[in-house]
Nanobody, 124 residues
Framework: QVQLVESGGGLVQAGGSLRLSCEAS????????MGWFRQAPGKEREFVAA????????YYVDSEKGRFTISRDNAKNTVYLQMNSLKPEDTAVYYC?????????????????WGQGTQVTVSS
């Protein structure tokens, strides 16, 4: 049974930083793309970032380039999202996602596994 467990969310002031973690279990993830989506109140879930199986290839939504950094540790089956210079509009539930395919598959919404989500709240 595949499980994705996120952690690291919380309340932070604008300009602050948070590091989200997602630990995966239940299968081999080293050949999968991993990433993050988020959903703000009243809005649709949107893509944030993805990373390929080797950790070399990454992809970010344009609005987050330079502020967010995605990384992974295959030995720990864990993907991370370092978020800096946070803004109130970053407030959302952040979901870990895994695609048995490329980062482009994940970016396109072809997600095989979802985490339960972790709340990020940025105060102004």
């Amino acid at each position: 049974q595949v499980q994705l467990v996120e952690s690291g969310g919380g309340l932070v002031q604008a300009g602050g930083s948070l590091r989200l973690s997602c630990e995966a279990s239940g299968r081999t993830f080293s050949s999968c793309a991993m990433g993050w989506f988020r959903q703000a109140p009243g809005k649709e879930r949107e893509f944030v970032a993805a990373i390929g199986w080797s950790g070399v290839n990454t992809y970010y939504v344009d609005s987050e380039k330079g502020r967010f950094t995605i990384s992974r540790d295959n030995a720990k089956n864990t993907v991370y999202l370092q978020m800096n210079s946070l803004k109130p509009e970053d407030t959302a539930v952040y979901y870990c996602a895994v695609a048995v395919g490329s980062i482009w598959s994940l970016r396109g919404g072809s997600v095989n596994y979802w985490g339960q989500g972790t709340q990020v709240t940025v105060s102004s």
